[in-house]
């Protein structure tokens, strides 16, 4: 396993996941993970740990009715699914997220660990890209708004398509921005 020393961008990949460099330390990430397959493996751990952590907390345990109330006063804020009835919960407002591919937001909407996939809204502001990635299992993408290219494959708003497991999926770019619907393996592996 290489050393710190032999990968001195290591140190700053976690920084970067939660989008705490500056656009120009980014780009510097970006071009050395071009060349580097020790800190794009690691970016993926990174990842796939930090998709976790939330569940991993213990929360308080507070009375029914106070959690109630507390929960209808932050929820909308918070952006964490309100309860609307019994096993149904809603999102009302999305939290998103700088993702560590310039001009690509996330929100990711639901994690389901038995099936291992995610539910994100995969959000690409105009000239954007995303880069080229192998699918461990289907993947399933709707256009919300704008339009976008996977590869040569154009995809325009209220358009599904799918991604059989095993496929390598093209870099996803967009000329004038979109908005996906994804869900896919938690295991998809990013080329870049």
């Known amino acids: 396993?290489?050393?710190?020393?032999?990968?001195?961008?290591?140190?700053?990949?976690?920084?970067?996941?939660?989008?705490?460099?500056?656009?120009?330390?980014?780009?510097?990430?970006?071009?050395?993970?071009?060349?580097?397959?020790?800190?794009?493996?690691?970016?993926?751990?990174?990842?796939?740990?930090?998709?976790?952590?939330?569940?991993?907390?213990?929360?308080p345990k507070p009375h029914p009715r106070v959690k109630e109330k507390l929960l209808a006063s932050i929820?909308?804020?918070?952006?964490?699914?309100?309860?609307?009835?019994?096993?149904?919960?809603?999102?009302?407002?999305?939290?998103?997220?700088?993702?560590?591919?310039?001009?690509?937001?996330y929100q990711v909407l639901y994690l389901d660990r038995t099936t291992e996939t995610i539910t994100t809204l995969l959000r690409l502001a105009p000239g954007s890209t995303y880069p080229a990635h192998h699918h461990s299992g289907v993947e399933q993408s709707y256009v919300v708004e704008g339009s976008c290219y996977v590869g040569e494959v154009r995809l325009s708003k209220g358009e599904f398509a799918f991604a059989v497991a095993g496929s390598d999926h093209g870099v996803l770019q967009t000329e004038e921005g979109c908005t996906l619907l994804v869900v896919s393996s938690q295991h998809d592996i990013v080329s870049a």
Do not use: N
């Open 1 to 59: 396993m290489p050393t710190d020393q032999e990968h001195p961008m290591r140190e700053v990949l976690p920084l970067y996941l939660f989008g705490l460099l500056s656009p120009e330390e980014a780009r510097e990430l970006e071009q050395h993970m071009q060349g580097c397959a020790d800190c794009r493996a690691e970016l993926h751990v990174l990842r796939e740990v930090s998709a976790e952590m939330p569940h991993a907390l213990a929360g």
């Open 75 to 105: 929820g909308k804020r918070s952006g964490k699914p309100e309860k609307a009835a019994e096993g149904i919960f809603v999102y009302r407002e999305f939290a998103w997220r700088p993702s560590e591919f310039t001009g690509v937001e």
